[in-house]
Structure formats: structure tokens, C-alpha cells
């Protein structure tokens, strides 16, 4: 299985928009890129999936280059409430394959 | 329409007790994983139930063993109960004939090993 790399935490002020970039070198041909975000004491949820170049919803934005080896969750103008922590997935997109977590980034958004 | 739930929300036991966990998961999802979240870590997989049989295990011993009934909710059992036990256990649904369709997480059963 593909193995993540992402920073352990940051911090960024109300309004600002946020990137936190996670490193995948390994990730296979069939691989989708998940993020999931959880907040403390509640179980991780489903942020946004992409395969290549760019997908963005209601949330997030998710930019991936064209050689895959990483990936970039983009939020627009954080506020308080998005202080979460925030995992980035490697995997096909069966939503029966085991999800394999990292350590995730602990972001902190400042008043 | 409710999504995963979990019982209890909080659990404290001493060493080398058994302790059971519940999940109901999300109305249409047919698929039970149970993952565990040590605290500072992401959550590990531990086992999916599907057909009311365990179709994939993680590296979790004997002691963690479960069962899935035809209402497609779940149990979790851990048997003699080790301190580095004490985690956020998290269950999470799937539908099997819906194969893009993510996983749904529960608030989780925060368990306390004394």
C-alpha cells in the first residue's frame, strides 16, 4: 500500500486560505487520493477524492499533478471551526477497501 | 436518515476484562469495518464484516473478534483487556453494490483500560 507523508501541524489565522501538501511516491497506477478530516472525539469524515489535476466541491479543492507523487487539499478562507486534524488517503476507490491512515496534520486556525 | 451509531460513547475497565462494542451502521450500507485510534495516531484497521462473516482482518490479535447479525449492525469484542488497549474504537458502514460510495464513520466508543 502507498504510504503518505504529510506535515505534522499547522497553524494559519481566521479567512486565510489554507494548503496542506501530502507526499505519495508510491501510489499505484488504479489509486485515488481521499482526504478525510476529523475533528476531536468524533469519527474522521470524507473531505474529497481525486485521480488527477484538479476536483473541488462545496468544501475543498484538491490539486494533483500530473506525475501523482503528491497532492494539495486546498481551503478557502478557514475559519475557526475547520480546526481539525486532516488525513490524506492513498487507495483504490472501492469504499470496501480497508482505509490506512497516517498521523495526519493537525491544523490550528487562529482568531 | 441516521447515520453510524455507535454504543457505548465511553467505556473504563480494568485489566483482563472482555468488553463489547456496538454499531449500527447507515440505513442502505450492508458493510461494517472497525478501526482502532490510539490517541496522537490515525485509526488502524481492525476487521469488515460483510454477510455477516469477517471478509478482511488487519494486524489485530486473536483477542479483538466480532460478529455482524442480518440487521447489519456489528459487535466488537476484545478479551483480556491489555492498558494499551485504551483507544477510540470506530466503526464504519459501506455498501457492498455501491463500490465508489465512501466509508461513514461513527462518533466512536472511547474505551478506558485501568
Known amino acids: 500500500l502507498a504510504k503518505t507523508t504529510q506535515p505534522i501541524s499547522m497553524d494559519s489565522y481566521e479567512g486565510q486560505e489554507v494548503n496542506i501538501t501530502c507526499s505519495h511516491n508510491?501510489?499505484?497506477?488504479?489509486?485515488?487520493i481521499t482526504w478525510y478530516q476529523q475533528f476531536p472525539s468524533q469519527g474522521p469524515r470524507f473531505i474529497i477524492q481525486?485521480?488527477?489535476t484538479k476536483v473541488t466541491n462545496e468544501v475543498a479543492s484538491l490539486f494533483i499533478p500530473a506525475d501523482r507523487k503528491s497532492s494539495t487539499l486546498s481551503l478557502p478562507r478557514v475559519s475557526l471551526s475547520d480546526t481539525a486534524v486532516y488525513y490524506c488517503?492513498?487507495?483504490?476507490?472501492?469504499?470496501?477497501?480497508?482505509?490506512?491512515f497516517g498521523k495526519g496534520t493537525r491544523l490550528s486556525v487562529i482568531a | 436518515d441516521a447515520g453510524v451509531t455507535q454504543s457505548p460513547t465511553h467505556l473504563i475497565k480494568t485489566r483482563g476484562q472482555q468488553v463489547t462494542l456496538r454499531c449500527s451502521p447507515k440505513?442502505?450500507?450492508?458493510?461494517v469495518s472497525w478501526y482502532q485510534q490510539a490517541l496522537g495516531q490515525g485509526p488502524q484497521f481492525i476487521f469488515q464484516?460483510?454477510?455477516?462473516?469477517?471478509?478482511q482482518r488487519g494486524n489485530f490479535p486473536d483477542r479483538f473478534s466480532g460478529h455482524q447479525f442480518p440487521n447489519y449492525s456489528s459487535e466488537l469484542n476484545v478479551n483480556a483487556l491489555l492498558l494499551g488497549d485504551s483507544a477510540l474504537y470506530l466503526c464504519?458502514?459501506?455498501?457492498?453494490?455501491?463500490?465508489?460510495?465512501?466509508?461513514?464513520f461513527g462518533p466512536g466508543t472511547r474505551l478506558l483500560v485501568l
Open positions: 508510491n501510489i499505484a497506477t488504479n489509486d485515488y
Open positions: 481525486g485521480y488527477k
Open positions: 440505513s442502505g450500507h450492508d458493510t
Open positions: 464504519a458502514s459501506s455498501p457492498r453494490d455501491r463500490l465508489q460510495e465512501t466509508q461513514y
Open positions: 464484516y460483510y454477510e455477516e462473516e469477517e471478509r
Open positions: 488517503l492513498v487507495g483504490d476507490d472501492s469504499g470496501n477497501t480497508p482505509l490506512v
